[in-house]
C-alpha cells in the first residue's frame, strides 16, 4: 500500500525539543516536493515548513524560522522534522505531505493539493 508513515511525537516540555520522522513506503520520494504540516483544534491546517528532493530549497513559516529544521535522506525515503525550543502555542496534530513533482516550497507550503498525507501525529507542549 502507498502510504506516509510519521513517529516522533509526544509530549514535551516548553523549551524542549522533538525529532518527527516521515518514511514513505511503496513509492519515491527522490522526485517530489515534501512538507510539514500541522493543524490545532479548531484551526485550519498550516504549512511550516516544505523541501525539495532535488536540491536544497526550503521554506519555514514565520513562527517556526530558527527553531525547525527539516530536512531529508532520499536513499533512507525518508524526511526529518527536527523541532527545538517548543512553545505551548506548537501544541497540534502535525502531519507530513508530498507531491510527486517539483514545485516552488512557498506553494507545497500554501497550497491544499496534495498527493499524499501521513497519519497525523500529536504534539503537546506543557509543563
Sequence with gaps: ???????????????????????????????STIGWFRQAPG???????CVRSTDDSTYYEDSV???????RDNAKNT???QMNSLKPEDTAVYY???????ISVQAMCRTSIKNYWGQGTQVTVSS
Design 1 to 31: 500500500q502507498l502510504q506516509l508513515v510519521e513517529s516522533g511525537g509526544g509530549l514535551v516540555q516548553p523549551g524542549g525539543s522533538l525529532r518527527f520522522t516521515c518514511t514513505a513506503s511503496g513509492f519515491s520520494l527522490d522526485y
Design 79 to 81: 524526511v526529518y522534522l
Design 96 to 102: 507530513c505531505a508530498a507531491r510527486l513533482t517539483i
Design 43 to 49: 484551526k485550519e491546517r498550516e504549512g511550516i515548513s
Design 65 to 71: 524560522k530558527g527553531r525547525f529544521t527539516i530536512s
